[in-house]
């Protein structure tokens, strides 16, 4: 039915076939996720992909948590590699409240960061609190606002950070599972 419904997304009789086959395996299954899987993908074939209010992940604790390799390496699973093809940037950073340092480095469409350095040919060296940034990364505030608030202190090219900022992708919280995107109901 797959291939129907990817063909055809209007095709009613395939999407309650799938549907149906679908719930089927979610009642059957004995495993917790699979029957959510299944029974989540039997809904989406009925009702679609509704767009309500996605919960915020993202929390104050949860931020204090992540050490900055893992946000530094979730900045690089955002990174778009056709955006970032063909451009090159360094920008060292220096958070004033821990004493941490990182050398963020965009080469070949890839992000990369090393901890405890500092790049001598970098195109940006941003000094700001390890606070300021979990408040940004919140949403509580901007780069712009904590520029020039004079919480943000930046030396060197202050169009490299602007630009990284600009090749990184946002998801969706909801996002279809069986079906094309955009396909019928919903």
Not at 69 to 97: H, I, Q, V
Not at 130 to 143: D, H, M, Q, V
Not at 171 to 182: A, E, G, L
Request: charged residues 20%.
């Amino acid at each position: 039915m797959n291939h129907g419904i990817f063909a055809d997304p209007s095709n009613t009789a395939a999407r309650e076939l799938q549907a149906d086959a679908l719930e089927q395996m979610g009642y059957q299954a004995e495993s917790g996720p699979w029957w959510n899987f299944y029974l989540s993908g039997a809904k989406e074939l009925r009702e679609g992909v509704k767009k309500i209010g996605a919960p915020n992940a993202a929390s104050p604790d949860t931020l204090r948590a992540m050490d900055m390799g893992l946000l530094f390496d979730y900045m690089a699973m955002r990174l778009n590699g056709p955006k970032a093809e063909g451009k090159s940037m360094k920008l060292n950073w220096r958070f004033t409240d821990t004493g941490e340092q990182y050398v963020l480095e965009l080469e070949n469409a890839a992000l990369s960061h090393i901890a405890g350095r500092q790049a001598a040919d970098a195109d940006l060296t941003v000094s700001l609190a390890r606070e300021t940034l979990n408040a940004i990364l919140l949403g509580k505030t901007t780069f712009e606002k904590e520029i020039g608030a004079g919480s943000i202190a930046m030396t060197g090219n202050a169009r490299v950070l602007g630009d990284l900022l600009s090749i990184l992708d946002t998801f969706d919280f909801w996002f279809n599972i069986v079906t094309p995107v955009d396909a019928l109901p919903g």
